[in-house]
T-cell receptor, first 115, second 113 residues
Framework: DTGVSQNPRHKITKRGQNVTFRCDPI?????LYWYRQTLGQGPEFLTY????????KSRLLSDRFSAERPKGSFSTLEIQRTEQGDSAMYLC?????????????FGEGSRLTVL | AQTVTQSQPEMSVQEAETVTLSCTYD???????LFWYKQPPSRQMILVIR??????QNATENRFSVNFQKAAKSFSLKISDSQLGDAAMYFC??????????FGKGTKLSVKP
């Protein structure tokens, strides 16, 4: 297993378009997290799943954002009608469960640029 | 709500010297984890060191150690014998009952040869 995988690594889009990012977690991990990171800032929590259930969503996750994890394996994060303020790095992370080691394992991120 | 504060936006250290990065946090929980993550430029975030709140002993991983002061809600990272490869953004993070990680804003560490 090579770790958390995210695709695409880079996405440039025009304002108003929809974009979708995919995350493949480490295979035995049942928790999956999405974070957003803007330049010079720490990652901000967006949402997380335990298996296929979306357990928590941040207030940062507006109605234009939707995340799914239909079979409890990979997850997608879709942003509709993108705005320039959506430009950021979108990080995915996974963990075995909350009380195992506590550690989250991160992917390399998907960088979104909205023109 | 829990918060994590890193008061040093940037730090610099001479190669082979020691540097300490500061972190404070706020929580009403008694059971939680604290982490330091390293994010090299354009590369993924990796775990440097982890501390369980119920453990009084400070965690150590090779050249990296922490000073965990639970009562003061302080969690600093000490890097000994600094190397050029240590140059990166360092994030302090908290994980409690809510399950997700809460990050500070980070400290950019530069290592001078």
């Amino acid at each position: 297993d090579t770790g958390v995988s995210q695709n695409p690594r880079h996405k440039i889009t025009k304002r108003g378009q929809n974009v979708t990012f995919r995350c493949d977690p480490i295979s035995e991990h049942n928790r999956l997290y999405w974070y957003r990171q803007t330049l010079g800032q720490g990652p901000e929590f967006l949402t997380y799943f335990q298996n296929e259930a979306q357990l928590e969503k941040s207030r940062l996750l507006s109605d234009r954002f939707s995340a799914e994890r239909p079979k409890g394996s990979f997850s997608t994060l879709e942003i509709q009608r993108t705005e320039q303020g959506d430009s950021a790095m979108y990080l995915c992370a996974s963990s075995p469960n909350r009380r195992n080691t506590g550690e989250l394992f991160f992917g390399e991120g998907s960088r979104l640029t909205v023109l | 709500a829990q918060t994590v504060t890193q008061s040093q936006p940037e730090m610099s250290v001479q190669e082979a010297e020691t540097v300490t990065l500061s972190c404070t946090y706020d929580t009403s929980e008694s059971d939680y984890y604290l982490f330091w993550y390293k994010q090299p430029p354009s590369r993924q975030m990796i775990l440097v060191i982890r501390q369980e709140a119920y453990k009084q002993q400070n965690a150590t991983e090779n050249r990296f150690s922490v000073n965990f002061q639970k009562a003061a809600k302080s969690f600093s990272l000490k890097i000994s014998d600094s190397q050029l490869g240590d140059a990166a953004m360092y994030f302090c993070a908290y994980r409690g009952s809510q399950g997700n990680l809460i990050f500070g804003k980070g400290t950019k560490l530069s290592v001078k040869p």
